[in-house]
């Protein structure tokens, strides 16, 4: 199983991006996908997360309002909508995948990405 996240880049404050994680490999339905981010210095962070069979999201009080996670389970993708983005999240973002477990809890994720860049400018 693979994951392959995509479309960080460079915006200004204020701006909008979208990230994309698609999922390759074997039969895959896990319990949920999720997306968390990491800063430089600083630990890997809970961003959002889907569950895989339902529609339920989950937030970071950082970023409810403003970033939307949806899935396309046809496509094996999930997506990030970011928007009103502040310099504060600019990071490396990470899709993952877990079978169990919290959904909040990077050690819980059994799948990984490697990373796209987000960099915010002000």
């Known amino acids: 199983v693979q994951l392959q996240a995509s479309g960080g880049g460079l915006v200004q404050a204020g701006g909008s991006l979208r990230l994309s994680c698609a999922v390759s490999?074997?039969?895959?339905?896990?319990?949920?996908m999720g997306w968390f981010r990491q800063a430089p210095g600083k630990e890997r962070e809970f961003v959002a997360a889907?569950?895989?069979?339902?529609?339920?999201?989950y937030y970071a009080d950082s970023t409810k309002g403003r970033f939307t996670i949806s899935r396309d389970n046809a496509k094996n993708t999930v997506y990030l909508q970011m928007t009103s983005l502040k310099p504060e999240d600019t990071a490396v973002y990470y899709c993952?995948?877990?079978?169990?477990?919290?959904?909040?809890?990077?050690?819980?994720?059994?799948?990984w990405g490697q990373g796209t860049q987000v960099t915010v400018s002000s």
């Open positions: 490999g074997r039969t895959f339905k896990p319990d949920s």
């Open positions: 889907i569950s895989w069979r339902g529609v339920t999201p």
């Open positions: 993952a995948a877990k079978f169990r477990g919290s959904v909040f809890r990077t050690d819980e994720y059994d799948f």
